[in-house]
């Protein structure tokens, strides 16, 4: 790729400092297919400058909510530079897809035509009124994450995240339990009416979006707008119901067997985090350094490669996983374009799901070093589906080194247990998130009492029935507004359902074929975005469907190995 074509040093304070390289590109007169290739490769160094500038906002804003200069660094962005960059976009698009040299270039390989395929979509959807519509959006989300950010409580004299209060639910104390399960919701429903108004507002301006680019609705919009083009709605509502055939019933037996194991008559939502054998909780590091070194060690044991990986993140101070106030919640994988390694953020606060975020965010992390020789910026850009694939099949490939965490096999198998348990819980609430989102864009007139009730029908649905609310119905009602993908990145969720049921049929081969495995799912990660979805799965080693009958079979394979753990 030229390096060329943009000043040296690049910095990003103004519009001006970006609309003359955009005004530069799209007057360029290009009269060979070596022109158009230099103008593509020129086009996505200016994307990768620009995605690593938005990105080095977005973490600083993340890391420190409270920091003004650096919500007003990201604002700058969101409101001041990037809407005027959209319409630029939006002719630059056109250029390519109208090149005289466009067909020729397509027909080269399966990655020009998705490429493309994807820009023939931006153009389509593109409409100069919805710029200032995105931008309030993007600010909406924002103050979605600052409200999450500043949610706090106090406990035995110390203030504490939620993140850090929800340690406190896997002690073995009930009274302890409870209480701070009552302290986290009376803390959250606090904003409960502020942030049904912000989500009030921001499906307005999403159906307004929607409208203005001539679809009916925003979910329809989204569909396109995401690239969905290998699979539809129908394929969504099919894993909505072979989740609650195959799955509903498996998470049910595990919420009896958990009630009968404490002892119980009554099983309540406090009483669902701890460990039912009275146990204490697992206590698998102390700190992010003792959580980023122990899981070097086990990604390195899978295979080398993994850990290097993570280490060269560690030497460029590219990690931030402490749990902290005014730290945005949540975790992810940021990956900066232009240098090409990746930020991991997270809240570590020293419980065994840390472990598990860590390595799901690994897995994305080790995805980005795979995808930096692909030759555009755009071939990077995976759709979610393959991306949690990556991060999700991490998850279970490195469950056998985990020891790395626990001394004794009887802790590393209770760890199995609960991460194996956690998919059986995690597969019912990813259908009822992306099942809900359906019903809000379907019906976005709908008002707040109403959106209550669709969600409270659909927890009846994918729920297990067996944890009991009596009194406490507003904590279950509201218990939406902690899926940040709500709000800040609508549609975005089911592809973890999809990505599970994927990194389910990459550990099976893991346990069957051992190395070879590991190479597939290497083999894949290279791909990016130059496949198909399916054909990137088949890469892996497995199967992009959402049949009943499949599901079941890979549900009968997690049932047989959560026995042998119990077993064990």
């Known amino acids: 790729m030229s390096t060329s074509f943009l000043p040296d040093p690049f910095i990003v304070n103004y519009k001006d400092d970006v609309l003359p390289l955009y005004e530069q590109l799209i007057g360029r007169n290009l009269t060979s297919i070596a022109d158009f290739r230099t103008f593509l490769s020129d086009m996505s160094e200016l994307e990768s400058a620009l995605s690593e500038d938005m990105a080095w906002r977005y973490i600083r804003m993340t890391c420190d909510t409270q920091n003004k200069d650096h919500e007003a660094a990201y604002l700058t962005f969101v409101q001041d530079i990037q809407p005027h960059l959209a319409p630029l976009e939006d002719q630059i698009n056109k250029k390519i897809v109208s090149s005289e040299w466009a067909f020729a270039w397509r027909s080269e390989s399966e990655a020009h035509e998705i490429y493309l395929r994807g820009l023939e979509g931006a153009v389509e959807l593109f409409r100069e009124e919805n710029i200032p519509l995105q931008s309030d959006l993007a600010t909406l989300a924002q103050e979605y994450s600052s409200i999450q950010g500043a949610m706090s409580l106090e406990w035995e004299g110390q203030t504490l995240t939620l993140q850090q209060a929800s340690n406190i639910l896997m002690r073995t ?71 609650e055939t195959a799955v509903v019933p498996l998470l049910k037996g595990l919420m009896q067997r958990r009630k009968s194991q404490m002892g119980l008559d009554t099983l309540k939502p406090w009483d669902t985090q701890v460990d039912a054998l009275g146990r204490e909780p697992l206590k698998p590091f102390t700190g992010g350094q003792e959580l980023l070194e122990k899981g070097i060690d086990c990604l390195s044991r899978v295979d080398t490669y993994f850990g290097d990986c993570i280490k060269t993140m560690q030497k460029h101070n590219l990690l931030d996983l402490d749990s902290r106030l005014g730290k945005a919640p949540g975790g992810y994988n940021y990956p900066l374009a232009k240098t090409n390694m990746p930020f991991i953020f997270m809240n570590a606060s020293g419980n065994l799901r840390d472990v598990e975020t860590l390595v799901h965010e690994a897995g994305h992390a080790i995805h980005s070093f795979q995808m930096a020789p692909l030759d555009l910026n755009a071939f990077k850009n995976t759709p979610s589906e393959v991306a949690e694939l990556a991060s999700m099949s991490m998850e279970l490939l490195t469950m056998n080194t985990w020891d790395a965490y626990f001394d004794d096999p009887k802790s590393l198998n209770r760890a199995k247990a609960e991460q194996l348990e956690g998919i059986l819980g995690t597969l019912p609430w990813i259908a009822q998130v992306d099942a809900f989102q359906h019903w809000i864009y379907e019906n976005p007139n709908h008002t707040v009492d109403e959106r209550t009730a669709a969600w409270m029908d659909l927890s009846k649905r994918f729920g297990s029935g067996e944890v009991d609310y009596t009194g406490m119905a507003s904590a279950l009602e509201n218990s939406w507004h902690k899926q940040l993908h709500i709000f800040e990145v609508p549609f975005y969720y089911i592809e973890y359902g999809f990505a599970q049921l994927g990194a389910i049929g990459v550990w099976r081969n893991y346990m069957k074929n051992g190395h070879a495995a590991i190479e597939s799912y290497k083999a894949f990660l290279k791909l990016g975005y130059t496949h198909s979805i399916p054909t990137v799965y088949e890469t892996a080693g497995v199967k992009f469907d959402f049949s009943a009958n499949y599901i079941q079979e890979l549900m009968q394979f997690v049932h047989h190995e959560l026995q042998v753990v119990y077993q064990s």
């Open 173 to 243: 104390d009930r009274q302890a339990r409870e209480k701070v399960w009552q302290l986290m919701q009376d803390r959250r429903s606090v904003d409960t009416e502020k942030l049904n108004n912000l989500f009030n507002q921001m499906v307005q301006l999403r159906h307004q979006v929607a409208l203005n680019a001539g679809f009916a609705n925003f979910r329809d919009y989204m569909f396109k707008a995401m690239g969905r083009y290998d699979y539809d709605v129908t394929a969504c509502k099919d894993f909505h119901r072979s989740v």
